[in-house]
Nanobody, 123 residues
Framework: QVQLVESGGGLVQAGGSLRLSCAAS????????MGWYRRAPGKQRELVAG???????NYADSVKGRFTISRDNAKNTVYLQMNSLKPEDTAVYYC?????????????????WGQGTQVTVSS
């Protein structure tokens, strides 16, 4: 079964740091672009950071200079290092990835989401 499993959320004081991890598991042929999204209470889901299969990155303006996305292709894992956290970073964070896997006689690429992990930043 192909899936994304997240870890690393929690409660932290403003100015602190957290590191999120998201591992793709199953019979995966290739992990394509990966990213992190978040949904704060009462707000729409927004892209926080993305990373291509080649390592190119992009960030939301609100997290530039504070968050760093990286990936370990050998482990099919993406990370989000979050520093200088602010109360407005409080949200459920979701991992997203395009995964290519073998199904029947074909290679299939589908978009997958992690289960979400809560990040709470206290003031």
């Amino acid at each position: 079964q192909v899936q994304l499993v997240e870890s690393g959320g929690g409660l932290v004081q403003a100015g602190g740091s957290l590191r999120l991890s998201c591992a793709a598991s199953g019979s995966i042929f290739r992990v394509n672009a990966m990213g992190w999204y978040r949904r704060a209470p009462g707000k729409q889901r927004e892209l926080v950071a993305g990373i291509s299969s080649g390592g190119s990155t992009n960030y939301a303006d609100s997290v530039k200079g504070r968050f760093t996305i990286s990936r370990d292709n050998a482990k099919n894992t993406v990370y989000l290092q979050m520093n200088s956290l602010k109360p407005e970073d409080t949200a459920v964070y979701y991992c997203n990835a395009g995964l290519t896997y073998y199904r029947g006689s074909y290679y299939v690429t589908d978009e997958y989401w992690g289960q979400g992990t809560q990040v709470t930043v206290s003031s």
